[in-house]
């Protein structure tokens, strides 16, 4: 503990702590078992949480680098942690949505589960004292939040994040309605390229049994349905990225085979 409470802390958000990274340029992100909704007047702690992300979101994050999406992803760590590539965040959350949820059902009165003609790419202004606001093209790039080109490099990643996990998900019984991303700007040399950043989890997207449309994912938790933990742990056995009697909460001792 006291080697962990000595490397500086950069940031510590909602879900994930950033602490200076070992080498320059790099940072290391912690996921926390903090739940949160509603810019967070709804919060808990979900134990195992934390764990189950890292785990989710570096599955993700590797097969992202393997197809050649480029991401702030180096390595997991530990069980909460993963080493990544300093980036300066875009303050914008990019989401895709495949079928009919949350704010864009409430906002237009589409039903949700109603399936797009296409998919459709939104952008969300990140500032919690507004809540998130959503915002137009017109906006990103007269207040200088993003440039055409950063703009148009932003879909493109967004649209193929969107083809592989869609793949990836329904290969394993989970349909893909909606997801977040976060992407950064990538200063290498004398040259900078958007990557993807932040996280990829069921914190971040809408993920339906393809059968029984059974929610796992986070609105479990924003509409108190019960069995978060439970959802999580399902998804990452499903990809086959956790034992079967792997522990996820608690702090107790974990037997190594
Ligand atoms: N999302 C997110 N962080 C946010 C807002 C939304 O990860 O701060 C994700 C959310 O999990 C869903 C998608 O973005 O997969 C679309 O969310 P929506 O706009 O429907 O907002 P919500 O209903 O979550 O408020």
Same mark, same amino acid.
């Given at each position: 503990? /006291?080697?962990?409470?000595?490397?500086?802390?950069?940031?510590?958000?909602?879900? /994930? #702590?950033?602490?200076?990274?070992? &080498?320059?340029?790099?940072?290391?992100?912690?996921?926390?078992?903090?739940?949160?909704?509603?810019?967070?007047?709804?919060? $808990?702690?979900?134990?195992?949480?934390? =764990?189950?992300?890292?785990?989710?979101?570096?599955?993700? @994050?590797?097969?992202? *680098?393997?197809?050649? !999406?480029?991401?702030?992803? #180096?390595?997991?760590?530990?069980?909460?942690?993963?080493? !990544?590539?300093?980036?300066? #965040? !875009?303050?914008?959350? #990019? =989401?895709?949505? *495949?079928?009919?949820? %949350?704010?864009?059902?409430?906002?237009? %009165?589409?039903?949700?589960?109603?399936?797009?003609?296409?998919?459709?790419?939104? @952008?969300?202004? /990140?500032?919690?004292?507004?809540?998130?606001?959503?915002?137009? $093209?017109?906006?990103?790039?007269?207040?200088?939040?993003?440039?055409?080109? $950063?703009?148009?490099?932003?879909?493109?990643?967004?649209?193929?994040?969107?083809?592989?996990?869609?793949?990836? @998900?329904?290969?394993?019984?989970?349909?893909?309605?909606? @997801?977040?991303? &976060?992407?950064?700007?990538?200063?290498?040399?004398?040259?900078?390229?958007?990557?993807?950043?932040?996280?990829?989890?069921?914190?971040?997207?809408?993920?339906?049994?393809?059968?029984?449309?059974?929610?796992?994912? /986070?609105?479990?938790?924003?509409?108190?349905?019960? %069995?978060?933990?439970?959802?999580?742990?399902?998804?990452?056995?499903?990809?086959?990225?956790?034992?079967? *009697?792997?522990?996820?909460?608690?702090?107790?001792?974990?037997? =190594?085979?």
């Amino acid at each position: 503990m /006291k080697a962990m409470n000595r490397r500086r802390r950069i940031y510590e958000g909602k879900a /994930k #702590i950033l602490y200076e990274g070992p &080498e320059p340029g790099t940072l290391i992100q912690h996921f926390k078992d903090d739940a949160t909704a509603f810019n967070k007047k709804k919060h $808990e702690i979900v134990d195992g949480k934390g =764990v189950l992300n890292n785990r989710i979101s570096e599955y993700i @994050f590797n097969h992202l *680098n393997a197809i050649g !999406i480029p991401t702030h992803f #180096i390595k997991r760590l530990n069980m909460r942690e993963q080493l !990544i590539r300093e980036v300066e #965040i !875009i303050p914008l959350e #990019i =989401v895709v949505r *495949n079928v009919a949820a %949350g704010s864009l059902s409430t906002r237009l %009165g589409i039903d949700e589960g109603t399936p797009l003609p296409r998919s459709i790419i939104e @952008f969300y202004y /990140k500032k919690d004292e507004l809540d998130d606001p959503m915002v137009s $093209e017109e906006h990103i790039t007269a207040f200088g939040w993003a440039s055409p080109q $950063e703009i148009d490099d932003m879909m493109s990643l967004a649209i193929r994040v969107n083809d592989f996990l869609s793949g990836l @998900f329904v290969s394993v019984g989970i349909r893909l309605i909606d @997801f977040k991303i &976060e992407c950064g700007r990538l200063y290498e040399n004398d040259m900078m390229r958007i990557v993807v950043a932040d996280e990829i989890s069921p914190d971040s997207c809408r993920l339906w049994d393809v059968e029984s449309d059974e929610k796992l994912d /986070k609105d479990r938790f924003r509409r108190d349905m019960g %069995g978060l933990l439970e959802a999580y742990q399902d998804v990452a056995r499903r990809l086959g990225i956790l034992n079967e *009697n792997e522990p996820v909460a608690g702090t107790g001792p974990v037997l =190594v085979k």
